[in-house]
Structures are given as C-alpha cells and as structure tokens.
C-alpha cells in the first residue's frame, strides 16, 4: 500500500503551459517536503511545509499543505523546458522519526 | 549550506567483489542519515537509516549483511555492498538529516554497475 498517492505519475506540456501535480494520504503528515530531481543526480530540496493550509511560493512554482496535513499541491505557472524532471513529495510523520515517505514521483517534461 | 557529497559518483566492479561508497555532510553534522536506492524513472527506495554510533536500522527485505552500513562520526556514513551481483547494480543515493529539522539533503548519487 503506498502511503503517498502523487499523480499524474507522467506529464508532457508545452512551454508556456500551467500544471499541478497532486500528493494525497489517508494520514496526517507532521511536515511535507517537495523535491526535484534531474537524471544522474539527487533530489534538490524545493520546499517544505508544515502548518495546515500553508502555502509558499517559490517564482513560479506554488506549493499547498491541506488543512488537515494529509495532502499536497505543487502548481507550476508558465512552465518552461528547465522545469523538467522528476518531482517528489514526501512526508514525514514526525517524532522521533525521521524517515520521509516518498510519493513515487511525476516525471514532467515541458516541450519548447 | 546544508551540502551532502558522495564518493564515488560511478563505480564498475565485477561480480563478487565489493564496493564502498561514501555519504558526507559538508556544512553540518548529521545525526541521522539515510541510504536509498532507485531505479530508472521510479521514486527512491529506503534502504537503511544509519544512525550515528549505533547500528544501522534496515527496512523489510533489505539484507543487512549484503549491505553494511557504518556511520563513524557526524559527517560521515559509508555503505558496502558485498559481494556484489549484477541484480545489485541501481543508482544509490544517501541522504543526511539535518539537526531534528526533518528536512533531508540528499547527495549527488552513486551509479554502480557490477559486470
């Protein structure tokens, strides 16, 4: 059972396009993290949110924690061919743990 | 601030040897890290959390004797992969937690190919 639902799994668009990638749970997340990551490298840190509701913009990318912490939103305006690769969402149930749970990710491409 | 580095980035040995690959952290110290591994064009797989001084805690499935973690001091984790058979071969990523923010930095990768 995969605790982090993402979708879409694959998404091509054209440069210019808006989209929004989806991460929900059935459980409450103590925090969420959204990463990206190009082929051959390791995940990069976009952001992170903690408080129900939350939301936080990075330029174009616009990212929501749900109010009740168990799901996410990260919406790209305009994208452009730099945008894509892989994006990650993982939770973290807080505590003493301090494992995260990863979606299994959105491969986006944007097409110039 | 918070960089993780990993050595090597890529590493080709035969079937039967084994490999160690390096996970520091640059700027700070690391209680806790992670090891991961993924496959092509899917999420990452935890392999391991490696805690400082104690041993390592693996998850289901993963063989603890095939992949041994040390993690010796604040800035460093290294994991072996021994005896290595080509089913072993994936892109292996560490991760180090920075000081009970939650928040992982990841490192660079290692893409292992056993031949």
């Known amino acids: 059972t995969q605790l982090l639902e993402q979708s879409p799994q694959f998404l091509s668009i054209q440069e210019g396009e808006n989209l929004t990638v989806y991460c929900n749970s059935s459980s409450v997340f103590s925090s969420l993290q959204w990463y990206r990551q190009e082929p051959g490298e390791g995940p990069v840190l976009l952001v992170t949110?903690?408080?129900?509701?939350e939301v936080k913009k990075l330029k174009r990318l616009t990212f929501q924690f749900g109010d009740a912490r168990k799901d996410s939103s990260l919406h790209i305006t305009a994208a452009q061919p730099g945008d894509t690769g892989l994006y990650l969402c993982?939770?973290?149930?807080?505590?003493?743990?301090?494992?995260?749970?990863f979606g299994k990710g959105t491969l986006l491409t944007v097409n110039p | 601030g918070a960089v993780v580095s990993q050595h090597p980035s890529w590493v080709i040995c035969k079937s039967g040897t084994s490999v160690k690959i390096e996970c520091r952290s640059l700027?700070?110290?690391?209680?806790?890290m992670f090891w991961y591994r993924q496959f092509p064009k899917q999420s990452l797989m935890l392999m391991a959390t490696s805690n400082e001084g104690s041993k390592a805690t693996y998850e289901q499935g993963v063989e603890k004797d095939k992949f041994l973690i040390n993690h010796a001091s604040l800035t460093l984790s290294t994991l072996t992969v021994t005896s290595a058979h080509p089913e072993d071969s994936s892109f292996y990523i560490c991760?180090?937690?920075?000081?009970?923010?939650?928040?992982?930095?990841f490192g660079p990768g290692t893409r292992l190919t056993v031949t």
């Open positions: 991760s180090a937690e920075e000081g009970g923010t939650y928040e992982q930095y």
């Open positions: 993982a939770g973290n149930m807080g505590g003493s743990n301090y494992k995260l749970t």
């Open positions: 700027d700070f110290q690391a209680t806790t």
């Open positions: 949110v903690v408080t129900g509701g």
